[in-house]
């Protein structure tokens, strides 16, 4: 597994631009954390993502919440982006068949592929999911050549899931076929073990994203299961994932520095520095 390396060491050997530019980020600002803005007002999205933006490494949005969505909003986020030099991931879940999917990320409503650096699928569709996202990303005339990516959501954080075990496996088994496109997994564990057709995963970057962070709960009402930066870092975790614990209380700005920090440190001590 590479996640004793440093964030510098796999921004210049990932084979993927984008996880290059996201373990830069890392690198560059001291942080691993990602802010989860599930906002509904784009008001509320753009201050807090103006807000955090110095102390993120990914803005993670849920555009389709927003009350009053409309086109100009991903537009200033993505000069948000720009101004803080943070990414943006669309938390879509893809979960239809290729044919579908294509058409919801490449045009559409809501133009994902024109502003979202990164999204995700599930693989509840099976393989064809990945290879469909994989194909429209490597289409001759699609105009964000080596500045998009796709995660795998390989486990979930809500109480009862189902995305264990063969489904786990899958995900694997594609983000390792599609790496052209795929970059990495959203999971609250290592993948590392997991035997595919050609073995376990043992020399490839795959970067992990870990969600349920949250260093004030145990959970919410919904299923929802937490745990601390530090635990999701020392299992393994590349970039932490955070909404409500940073966005819904008072402070988010100081709240942030602290998730940062936290995040940062636990990173610190798995790569032994
Ligand atoms: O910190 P929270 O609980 O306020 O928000 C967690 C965020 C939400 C979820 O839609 C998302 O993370 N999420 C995901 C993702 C990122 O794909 C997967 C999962 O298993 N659990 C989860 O909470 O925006």
Same mark, same amino acid.
Request: hydrophobic residues 35%.
């Given at each position: ?124 569709? +099976?393989?064809?999911? #990945?290879?469909?996202?994989?194909? *429209? &990303?490597? !289409? ?104 409500? +614990?940073?966005?819904? #209380?008072?402070?988010?700005?100081? *709240? &942030?520095? !602290? ?15």
């Amino acid at each position: 597994s590479k996640s004793k390396l440093s964030y510098g060491e796999r921004a210049k050997h990932h084979t993927h631009p984008v996880a290059r530019r996201l373990f830069g980020i890392a690198e560059s600002k001291k942080t691993n954390v990602v802010v989860s803005a599930d906002l509904t007002t784009s008001k509320e999205l753009l201050d807090i993502a103006d807000k955090l933006g110095p102390y993120i490494a990914v803005l993670k949005t849920h555009i389709d919440i927003l009350d009053d969505y409309q086109y100009s909003v991903v537009e200033a986020l993505k000069d948000l982006a720009v101004k803080h030099n943070f990414l943006i991931f669309e938390d879509r879940k893809f979960v239809d068949i290729g044919n579908t999917v294509q058409k919801q990320y490449h045009g559409g409503a809501l133009q994902i592929s024109s502003w979202a650096h990164i999204v995700n699928c599930t693989m509840l569709p +099976g393989e064809g999911i #990945v290879q469909a996202l994989t194909q *429209t &990303a490597e !289409r001759e005339d699609f105009p964000y050549k080596d500045e998009r990516a796709l995660l795998i959501l390989a486990t979930m954080t809500s109480k009862g899931s189902l995305a264990t075990g063969e489904y786990t496996r899958l995900s694997v088994e594609c983000a390792r076929k599609y790496s052209q496109f795929v970059i990495g997994f959203v999971a609250s564990r290592t993948l590392g073990e997991i035997e595919t057709e050609a073995g376990p995963l043992e020399n490839e970057d795959f970067v992990l994203f870990t969600t349920g962070v949250n260093m004030a709960s145990k959970g919410d009402k919904l299923g929802q299961q937490y745990q601390t930066p530090k635990s999701a870092v020392e299992t393994g975790a590349d970039f932490i994932i955070a909404g409500r +614990g940073i966005y819904a #209380v008072p402070d988010p700005v100081e *709240t &942030a520095k !602290r998730y940062r920090e936290e995040g940062w440190n636990a990173y610190l001590s798995r790569i032994g520095e």
